[in-house]
């Protein structure tokens, strides 16, 4: 199963807004509505941030959006804090002998 | 909630390693769990997944028959059983909570992972 595939690097500027996207070559991402993002801080525990596309989990902020387009799908991060320096990873339900698929990750800087 | 990951060290190219993971705050035996490890450098790599009565399981490509996952229901524990170990799995190896007996796709809980290094 291919990885979906992620810009490898995002940047803004505190309190723009950012998109990260997530596209794959076959139909995971379109076929379902099971998308999800994670947020990687480097030494510490990976965080549920979207479900479904564009669930937050309870304590999400809701500067963290999803959405979903064909076999896209994109995060977005509003009023980019410094907090938000992070990896995020998307990943996609999929079927056959698997059950997920992750994406290739995206560094998000903070300038 | 809490899930803690043990079992990593350094190991030889062809060995054999178990890891476990302990599982608390919840109860366990009503939720599917998974195993995914990240690369030095690189992203995350969905490896496993085992339902609540261990009836349905599922591997990602790169480990089909070299890895096998468990659990103990009456211990709070999930095990990942690796053999013939390569250089390429040397990683960050996390056990996460799964969430599709609540319905949706996801994984809500991580440990905080336990690292493999393989190499002579």
């Known amino acids: 199963q291919s990885a979906l595939t992620q810009p490898a690097s995002v940047s803004g500027s505190p309190g723009q807004s950012i998109t990260i996207s997530c596209t794959a070559t076959?139909?995971?991402?379109?076929?379902?509505?099971?998308v999800s993002w994670y947020q990687h801080h480097p030494g510490k525990t990976p965080k549920l941030m979207i479900y479904?596309?564009?669930n937050r989990p309870s304590g999400v902020s809701n500067r963290f959006s999803g959405s979903k387009s064909g076999n896209t799908a994109s995060l977005t991060i509003s009023g980019l804090q410094a907090e938000d320096e992070a990896d995020y990873f998307c990943?996609?339900?999929?079927?056959?002998?698997?059950?997920?698929?992750f994406g290739t990750g995206t560094k998000v800087t903070v300038l | 909630v809490e899930l803690v990951e043990s079992g990593g060290r350094l190991v030889q190219p062809g060995g054999s390693l178990r890891l476990s993971c302990a599982a608390s705050?919840?109860?366990?035996?009503?939720?599917?769990m998974n195993w995914v490890r990240q690369t030095p450098g690189k992203g995350l790599e969905w490896l496993s997944y085992?339902?609540?009565?261990?009836?349905?399981?599922y591997y990602a490509d790169s480990v089909t028959g070299r890895f096998t996952i468990s659990r103990d229901n009456g211990k709070n524990s999930l095990f990942l059983q690796m053999n013939s170990l390569r250089d390429e799995d040397s990683a960050v190896y996390y056990c996460?909570?799964?969430?599709?007996?609540?319905?949706?796709?996801?994984?809500?809980?991580w440990g905080q992972g336990t690292t493999v290094t393989v190499s002579s």
């Open positions: 996460a909570r799964d969430t599709s007996n609540r319905g949706y796709y996801a994984m809500d809980v």
């Open positions: 705050g919840f109860t366990f035996n009503t939720e599917g």
């Open positions: 085992i339902s609540t009565s261990s009836t349905t399981i």
């Open positions: 076959s139909s995971d991402v379109g076929a379902y509505n099971y």
């Open positions: 479904d596309v564009t």
């Open positions: 990943s996609s339900y999929t079927s056959g002998s698997s059950l997920y698929v």
